[in-house]
């Protein structure tokens, strides 16, 4: 309706506004040194002061808009979005903020091959699994002290590095990367299996090497903390509406199977009306 598309196009004015202020407040705009640039930044460069590069606030805001809903149109399809962030500015952040969704994440380091030699990465992660088994089962009650302590910590260490990949039984749909300068490996894994590729880059970056580039301040923590939150709510929106998807569905199905059963009574008192 005429009406509502006009109000829907205010709304979206509005939280556009909104945002920008949130962006500004949180030093998104804050760039590297002019010298440390990446040239294929400059479509979103506002600025140079004082030796620093200023990021253009209305184009991040329209990229972080392209990205939130193409994040939740894969929430929204039940898929897996892994989380790299392994600087020491982010990592505490994303493991906070990504923890209580269900999502994967890898904060501590970067194994090569996490992507292209998956199936390496399920062998250490069945690894665990068989360690843990053996805390159960009366194993561990059958070795030394020792062996104990070298099982323990071999099992931290895989931990550790795997991060709550443990839980994936396949490839991500996608990655979200912070620093794609510093997650280069991730990044590159990424391309070669065709993984999309959302990420915050910053001015030293090359936002080509990303599908969903978003163009922020990396290294500010208030500002890292946004764009996640931002991800975060896009892909909270969409696992909600799945779920909304399919109560509507279930609520068919049954409305149809009333129907059909109701349909059945009425042709079996029909067919006793005429056998008497």
Excluded: C
Aim: aromatic residues 4%.
């Amino acid at each position: 309706m005429p009406v509502s598309t006009g109000t829907r196009k205010v709304n979206q004015k509005k939280m556009a506004r909104l945002e920008f202020k949130q962006l500004l407040d949180a030093g998104v705009h804050f760039g590297h040194l002019k010298r440390k640039w990446n040239p294929n930044m400059a479509p979103y460069i506002f600025d140079e002061k004082k030796g620093i590069h200023i990021i253009d606030l209305n184009k991040t805001a329209v990229k972080l808009e392209e990205a939130a809903a193409a994040m939740k149109n894969i929430a929204r399809s039940g898929k897996k979005v892994l989380f790299v962030a392994t600087k020491k500015q982010a990592k505490d952040i994303v493991a906070e903020k990504v923890k209580p969704t269900g999502m994967p994440f890898v904060t501590e380091r970067w194994s090569g091959g996490m992507l292209t030699n998956f199936g390496t990465i399920r062998r250490t992660i069945k690894k665990m699994a068989t360690i843990d088994r053996m805390k159960t089962d009366g194993t561990f009650d059958n070795m030394s002290k020792r062996e104990r302590l070298q099982v323990s910590r071999q099992r931290e260490k895989m931990e550790k590095n795997l991060g709550s990949i443990a839980d994936l039984t396949r490839l991500p749909s996608a990655l979200f990367i912070v620093d794609i300068v510093k997650e280069h490996i991730a990044v590159a894994e990424a391309k070669k299996l065709n993984i999309p590729t959302f990420a915050m880059v910053d001015t030293n970056s090359d936002p080509t090497k990303v599908d969903f580039p978003i163009p922020a301040n990396d290294d500010a923590t208030k500002s890292i903390e946004l764009i996640v939150d931002t991800m975060i709510a896009a892909i909270n929106e969409g696992v909600e509406e799945r779920k909304n998807d399919k109560t509507a569905v279930d609520e068919t199905d049954a409305e149809e199977g009333t129907e059909e059963a109701a349909a059945e009574v009425e042709a079996a008192e029909g067919a006793s009306e005429e056998n008497a």
